[in-house]
């Protein structure tokens, strides 16, 4: 059974910074071949800030995320993580960690490219 639970979303300042996180049992993490993070607010659609293929350990990132968020993994605890500094106002939204087990040819950035979803945190950041 797949499970992919996201948490450490929060309300802060622009400037300031978060950590999220996306908790996966064993088989939801040893069957990605890659992980990402999304962004999604109120009625757009969503959209990829990070993305890691799990076993090489090789990060993606899109261009406003660059320089300011790191996404990581912890294989030990089966977790993915999204550091995020010098948040602005833009970077608010739900985040969802999704999960691939079958690459389909598109970009890791696009949500097609996913297989399962956890259920979304939120990340508020106030000017």
């Known amino acids: 059974q797949v499970q992919l639970v996201e948490s450490g979303g929060d309300s802060v300042q622009a400037g300031g910074s978060v950590t999220l996180s996306c908790e996966a049992n064993?088989?939801?993490?040893?069957?990605?071949?890659?992980m990402g993070w999304f962004r999604q607010t109120p009625g757009k659609e969503r959209e990829g800030v990070a993305a890691i293929y799990v076993r090489p350990n090789k990060a993606y990132y899109v261009d406003s995320a660059k320089g300011r968020f790191t996404i990581s993994q912890d294989k030990a605890k089966n977790t993915l993580y999204l550091q995020m500094s010098s948040l602005k106002p833009e970077d608010g939204g739900m985040y969802y960690c999704?999960?691939?087990?079958?690459?389909?040819?598109?970009?890791?950035?696009?949500?097609?490219?996913?297989?399962?979803w956890g259920q979304g945190t939120q990340v508020t950041v106030s000017s």
């Open positions: 999704g999960a691939g087990f079958h690459p389909k040819g598109g970009s890791l950035f696009s949500p097609d490219e996913y297989d399962y």
């Open positions: 064993l088989y939801t993490y040893s069957n990605s071949r890659y």
